[in-house]
């Protein structure tokens, strides 16, 4: 115990209480000797990562329930099913594979929090093939992964505010029943425009054709 904890940094206090709060494992016991190994090194780390993204002890003790019993993490957090996205689904060996050294217990916190990632028994489900293939590929340029999150997270909150701009114009406007047959049209200003202003910044001083 006195290992894993300098190991984590936190002290042995701090471990127990883990321990009797449930978030993590018992260890396997040989006699009166108690053998902790990296799998629970890895779950402190990640509690470790979670309370600095202002999660609650109560709030990641749900999260382990919910990686221990298959429970869908997104049931958890309240996050709402994407309705057009196709998601993924990935043994952890394969999700390791597709951002090789880059799936660290922090950036597996930093999905878990923007919602990318899931839970779904013993696999996991990323909620957008084409976030996670772009994710990937920007991996592989040599982009960290970690700034791919970071950057996942700001993309965040202009979307939200694109939506509800989209939302209140067209609610504004059109009867309930037709937003949905009217939303193509917002994203297709939102491509045209971010296409536009990509244009700027990668292409300055050309003149419009």
Do not use: C, Q
């Amino acid at each position: 115990m006195d290992e894993l904890a300098a190991a984590a940094g936190i002290t042995v206090r701090t471990l127990r209480f883990y321990r009797e709060r449930g978030l993590i494992p018992p260890p396997r016991r040989e006699g009166r000797i108690a053998w902790y190994g990296d799998d629970h090194l890895a779950r402190l780390r990640t509690i470790a990562a979670l309370l600095e993204r202002g999660h609650t002890l109560n709030g990641i003790a749900d999260l382990t329930t919910a990686f221990e019993s298959g429970r869908n993490v997104r049931e958890v957090l309240a996050l709402p099913a994407p309705s057009e996205e196709e998601p993924v689904r990935l043994t952890p060996e394969e999700l390791a594979d597709r951002f090789a050294g880059e799936v660290t217990a922090e950036n597996l916190a930093a999905a878990l929090d923007l919602g990318y990632l899931v839970t779904d028994g013993e696999e996991i489900v990323h909620v957008s093939r084409r976030l996670l293939d772009v994710s990937a590929a920007l991996v592989r340029e040599g982009v960290p992964l970690a700034e791919v999150l970071k950057a996942g997270a700001r993309v965040r909150e202009h979307a939200e505010a694109l939506a509800g701009l989209f939302a209140e114009l067209l609610g504004a406007y059109a009867s309930e029943g037709d937003l949905e047959r009217l939303r193509p049209l917002a994203k297709s200003v939102v491509e045209a425009e971010l296409s536009l202003a990509l244009d700027r910044r990668l292409r300055p001083g050309e003149p419009a054709s």
